[in-house]
């Protein structure tokens, strides 16, 4: 039994550092938001979320709500031409960030 939730709670406690890594990088484009260049920032810095995860040997695929919501925001700057969908795609995974963290 004590192996079992000592399993849970290290899922857990991956989950949440994952979900910590992804708003400390979404803040960063939130940090460039008035600037229109942080749209061709955000596939970079997608890029350096994921290095990230690697790097801490945490789980990044695409079955990841924390990873769905980036690939989400990168799918919309790359097929959306309209600047405020795509802006609204960046917020929308800040605030999911936020959420998640609180």
């Avoid at 803040?27 to 994921?50: D, G, R, S, T």
């Avoid at 924390?66 to 605030?95: D, F, G, P």
């Amino acid at each position: 039994m004590y192996i079992n939730r000592h399993k849970e709670f290290i899922r857990k406690q991956e989950y949440h550092e994952a979900w910590s890594i992804s708003l400390k990088y979404s803040k960063i484009l939130i940090e460039h938001e008035k600037n229109n260049a942080y749209f061709n920032l955000a596939e970079n810095i997608y890029h350096q979320y994921i290095s990230e995860l690697k790097l801490k040997k945490l789980k990044f695929t695409k079955e990841k709500n924390y990873v769905q919501v980036w690939n989400t925001m990168i799918n919309t700057i790359n097929h959306n031409e309209k600047i405020n969908v795509c802006r609204s795609a960046i917020k929308l995974l800040h605030q999911t960030n936020v959420q998640r963290c609180n």
